[in-house]
């Protein structure tokens, strides 16, 4: 008599599911743990990564993004928006000033948006945008131990001090870009090595002591360190004030794309809505996304959630009414046929 294979037997099928389920959320776990106490490597694949030249790149970039670009110096990077003429959000970037040109990093969404967004307004500027995407993998070292093993790689010479800051260490096959990133709010550094290197690369950051860490951890301090990413949280429908991101906003500066927007705004004092963490009261919600409501009305959305293995509980990211926003106030939060309760949480949460 034949052994049933999983697919002939329902109830295995599902206890090995189960099974599979723990490894992995295990896993997830261990890496977690050595991102907070040791350090974690993540390969970041497909992220955008666009140089820029020319004799007029500050200025040009000065006038399209939402944040000061004439004022960095070489070695000074700082956070970006794209903003529409309406000044909505259409990219986030992280942008560099290496001396002789100018490097923007993104998430892999975003990389089409920018290229042809940014190229749609170069008309006579000595501007050339050159994606690199394909030829570089970016990686992302994060964790208390980040900056003792980037100095053992790269050499505590070239390594930045300052947030946003940026250098490089030369390699047999030309140099490794070193920027100092905290995405998970931990300390951490981002590298963009070469294509050709970026297995012997990871190799040596491994051997040296950090420990491989994987995108749903990855994801997972994202959402503990409240930070909105496009694609799943910002999108042509927001404007950068309500998803709290002030810090990539200069109103010092002379007039970009989307700035009268911006400025009227900030001047007004005020949004309606406002980026906001909540705590989710369910054993394993099956969405994402929620509609949140209260007292029958619709107050706000839900748009990107998972679990903290900080907190041992569901957690959530989304906008709501501004006068909704106290700690411990309670919304309805509502996908399909699934409906439970969204407590109001301070962000960041690793901070809570």
């Known amino acids: 008599m034949m052994t049933p294979s999983l697919s002939q037997n329902p109830d295995r099928d599902r206890a090995y599911e189960k099974h599979r389920g723990r490894l992995r959320f295990d896993a997830w776990r261990e890496e977690y743990r050595t991102v907070k106490e040791k350090a974690g490597l993540f390969k ?44 909505k959000i259409q990219a986030d970037l992280r942008l560099y000033d290496r001396g002789g040109d100018l490097l923007a990093v993104a998430r892999p969404c975003l990389r089409k948006t920018l290229i042809d967004g940014l190229n749609q307004y170069i008309f006579s500027e000595d501007v050339e945008i050159h994606d690199l995407t394909d030829r570089y993998t970016l990686f992302s070292l994060q964790g208390p131990d980040s900056l003792a093993l980037a100095a053992a790689i790269a050499g505590h010479e070239n ?28 300390a951490g550094f981002d590298f963009v090595a070469p294509k050709e290197e970026s297995d012997s690369f990871r190799d040596r950051i491994l051997a040296a002591g950090a ?23 910002l999108d042509d429908h927001v404007i950068p004030q309500e998803a709290g ?30 980026w906001t963490g909540f705590v989710l009261e369910a054993d394993s ?18 748009t990107s959630a998972g679990y903290s293995f900080m907190l041992e509980k569901w957690i959530a990211l989304g906008f709501l009414r501004s006068e909704l926003r106290e700690e411990g106030a309670v919304v309805t939060a509502t996908a399909q046929d699934e409906q439970l309760e969204a407590g109001v949480r301070p962000l960041p949460f690793s901070r809570s």
């Open 44 to 87: 970041l694949p497909s992220w955008a990564i666009l140089r820029l030249t020319g004799a007029d790149r500050k200025t040009f970039l000065h006038g399209m993004l939402t944040n000061d670009v004439q004022g960095l110096k070489d070695g000074e990077g700082n956070y970006q928006l794209f903003l529409n003429a309406k000044g």
């Open 159 to 186: 390594i930045p001090r300052q947030e946003y800051g940026i250098a490089s260490s030369q390699t047999p096959n030309g140099s490794i870009a070193i920027m100092r990133t905290t995405p998970t709010g931990e």
């Open 211 to 233: 420990a491989h860490a994987g995108p749903e951890v990855f994801n997972m301090l994202r959402l503990e360190n409240g930070a909105p990413v496009c694609g799943a949280d």
């Open 245 to 274: 991101l002030h810090h990539a906003l200069n109103f010092n500066k002379g007039c970009y794309l989307g700035q009268e927007v911006v400025a009227r705004l900030h001047f007004r004092g005020h949004v309606n809505r406002e």
């Open 285 to 302: 919600p099956k969405n994402q996304s929620y509609q949140l409501s209260h007292e029958n009305k619709i107050v706000g959305k839900i």
